[in-house]
């Protein structure tokens, strides 16, 4: 668009007791230009972009509090300091959503006027031709073999598909105005509001939407329904919801794949899951869907994602009396390419095993150590050759005593508290290596069995009703861009001048935008008016 022209400021002095209202509403009104002004928009969008980088580069609590807990342990000097300043909640903290308010009041401030100029200027018919058009940067002067009235038919059958407006001098001249390419800045609006659009979908969507995660052991595990927070393993809701009336539906994993090349590194992972939703909860019926990385289960608004895969290690505890335990609990994965992994699990005796709760309480067995998917023993050290389960092995350190299972005090499922060993409530009573099918016997006849592994996956369940207009605004943001930056903003200017039998044409031609490829555009409407076999200079 032409650069608005700004009214004269009128100075006025306000009266001695009103100066104090007046500065304050002057402050106002310029900070408000200046807020809405396309500058500041650019560089605020500038500044949303730098502020994400820190999203990126460190641990977000939302995505892994357990990682954040461990890059501040692991650096006691600055890690508080950027934990106070929300870098590890970039998307959550007052800055970035500072930030974000801020670009949208600044874009929505400068968007409505030119919207509204862009309308009048729809509405308004081309201007009329400037009183010298040699002076343009595009001019042609020509002579025509026919009466005026004939001419300006003519020019306007050239000119079909532009805007135009006729008009008569006093002398008999006629003048035609053309304008073409409004295009380029609706487009270039609609590239802006749907950014705006964007940036909306985006906050209602994180607003309204909620994102859980949940380990799910393969080949017959128990599986999960979505019908509480209380199933996932972590789960974070939007400031609008609380979790209640989540969407029901069940899925189990069947079984899960991994291809891997020679040197270790992962090719793909599948998944097969088995689920249900609507009437087919509670009954026998079944769906099935194969679900691979990138390629998620989507039910309705929500999607499920496969994230990450793992080893969940079997192990059966034989107490004195006979009576078994037999947990599989999945272990964490230390190296991503061998897939080395550690654990722990706790064993309560069964119900009769001992007289009293606190006898029973005392006898209780953990167990702590490691995983090999494809061991590889240097003597007694265990290690992991390849990430496949090839041939599995344990090497695990077997405790007696009070693993604090019942204190209610929360404990890591990767670890044993070393609160209860250092106070000799959980003393070691043996460190064996074993493989699958193997057994250790403890001092009191207690016998621990290694009976193999099961695989694991990670599931992640997004829920964000607001994607499809992601998507409809994303499009329609290219859409807009493609626009303004094909088309161009051009007007022509044709004054015709009775000849005797002839006429007179002056053509005139200016670019509102760039002159990028209108000197040939201008030179072929001029040669189609005068006939002309080839191409000229315009002047």
């Known amino acids: ?12 002095t306000p ?89 949208m009041i600044s874009l929505v401030g400068c968007l409505v006027p030119r919207l509204r100029e ?30 005026v009235d004939e001419s300006v038919v003519r020019v306007h059958t050239l000119l079909r598909g532009w805007r135009t407006a006729t008009r008569t001098g006093e002398d008999g001249q006629r003048s035609v105005s053309a304008e073409k390419g409004y295009l380029r800045e609706a487009g270039n609006l609609v590239f802006h509001l749907s950014l705006v659009g964007l940036l909306v979908a985006v906050a209602a969507g994180r ?42 539906f069940c899925l189990k994993v069947e079984n899960f794949s991994a291809d891997y090349l020679d040197n270790g590194q992962a ?23 194969q679900l691979r990385v990138n390629e998620p289960l989507r039910l309705g608004d929500e999607r499920v994602y496969l994230t990450g895969h793992g080893y969940a290690p079997r192990f059966t505890v034989t107490f004195p009396d006979g009576q078994t335990r037999t947990e599989t609990l999945q272990f964490a ?54 990430p496949a389960m ?17 204190t209610g005090i929360p404990q890591s499922i990767f670890k044993l508290n070393s609160e209860m060993i250092n106070q000799g409530r959980l003393v070691k009573q043996a460190r064996v290596n074993l493989r699958p ?11 621990v069995r290694f009976d193999g592994a099961d695989e694991f996956v990670n599931l992640q369940i997004s829920y964000d009703p607001a994607q499809k207009w992601v998507l409809v605004f994303a499009i329609t943001m290219m859409g807009g861009l493609l626009v303004s930056l094909i088309v161009k903003r051009r007007r022509i200017w044709v004054r015709l001048r009775p000849a005797g039998v002839g006429t007179i044409v002056e053509f005139g031609g200016l670019a509102r935008t760039d002159h990028a490829g209108w000197g040939p555009e201008f030179t072929q409407i001029c040669q189609q008016l005068f006939d002309l076999p080839a191409a000229k200079e315009d002047r």
């Not at 909640?89 to 007052?94: E, I, M």
């Not at 099918?437 to 016998?447: F, V, W, Y």
């Open 437 to 447: 099918g193997e057994s250790t016997a403890l001092s009191d006849g207690t016998e």
């Open 118 to 147: 862009h309308l009048r200027a729809v509405r308004t018919a081309p201007v009329p031709a400037p009183r010298n058009l040699s002076r343009l940067p595009h001019y042609r002067r020509g002579t025509l073999h026919a009466p």
């Open 390 to 406: 090839a041939d599995p092995a344990v090497a695990i350190d077997i405790y007696k005593g009070d693993s604090g299972l019942d």
């Open 267 to 289: 090719q793909m992972f599948t998944s097969m899951l088995s689920y249900q939703t609507g009437g087919d909860i509670g009954t026998g019926r079944w769906q099935k869907y």
């Open 15 to 103: 009266l001695p007791g009103r100066r104090p209202l007046h500065r304050a509403s002057v402050t106002v009104r310029n900070s408000w230009r200046h807020l809405t002004s396309m500058r500041t928009a650019l560089m605020l969008l500038f500044l949303l972009a730098l502020a994400a980088v820190p999203g990126a580069l460190l641990p977000q609590r939302s995505l892994n509090a357990s990682k954040v807990d461990a890059y501040i342990a692991a650096r006691p000097l600055v890690g508080p300091i950027l934990d106070w300043l929300e870098l590890f909640d970039v998307f959550a903290s007052f800055w970035f959503t500072a930030i974000y308010t801020l670009l």
């Open 207 to 248: 607003l309204i939407g909620y994102e859980g995660s949940v380990i799910v052991i393969a080949d017959g595990g128990p599986g999960l329904c979505n019908t509480s927070p209380a199933v996932y393993d972590s789960f974070r809701a939007g400031a609008a919801t609380d979790g209640t009336g989540l969407d029901p």
């Open 333 to 386: 994965p230390e190296d991503a390419v061998t897939f080395l992994s550690s654990g722990a699990l706790r064993f309560d005796p069964p119900g009769g095993t001992f007289p009293n709760p606190d006898e029973r309480r005392r006898n209780q067995i953990a167990i702590e150590g490691l995983f090999a998917p494809t061991a590889a023993f240097a003597g007694n050290l265990l290690t992991s050759a390849f």
């Open 1 to 12: 668009m032409w650069p608005r022209q700004e009214d004269d400021a009128v100075t006025t």
